[in-house]
Nanobody, 116 residues
Framework: QVQLVESGGGLVQPGESLRLSCTAS????????VAWYRQAPGKHRDPVAV????????YFGDSVQGRFTISRDNAKGTVYLQMNSLKAEDTAVYYC?????????WGQGTQVTVSS
């Protein structure tokens, strides 16, 4: 059974950084499109960034442009989300997702809390 696992969340102060990681069971994430989403309390789950199977990058929303970077380590089969200059409004559960064989696969999420 395909499972995605996120890690790296935590409690940080405004202005600090975190790096989230996403790995998968059964297969590696080295040549497949992977997206990061986030869901704040009481809000929809929204896309944050995506890395295509060809390595193309895309970011969603002005609020993350220039602060968040999605990347992939093919040797480790891991996708990362580097988040810098974190703000209180970045507080959310962050999920990674991929689409394979006609189905979407999600991780369980990792909590990111930005608070002073």
């Amino acid at each position: 059974q395909v499972q995605l696992v996120e890690s790296g969340g935590g409690l940080v102060q405004p202005g600090e950084s975190l790096r989230l990681s996403c790995t998968a069971s059964v297969f590696t994430l080295d040549h497949i499109a992977v997206a990061w989403y986030r869901q704040a309390p009481g809000k929809h789950r929204d896309p944050v960034a995506v890395i295509g199977l060809d390595g193309r990058l895309a970011y969603f929303g002005d609020s993350v442009q220039g602060r968040f970077t999605i990347s992939r380590d093919n040797a480790k089969g891991t996708v990362y989300l580097q988040m810098n200059s974190l703000k209180a409004e970045d507080t959310a559960v962050y999920y990674c997702m991929t689409h394979l064989g006609g189905s979407d696969y999600w991780g369980q999420g990792t909590q990111v809390t930005v608070s002073s």
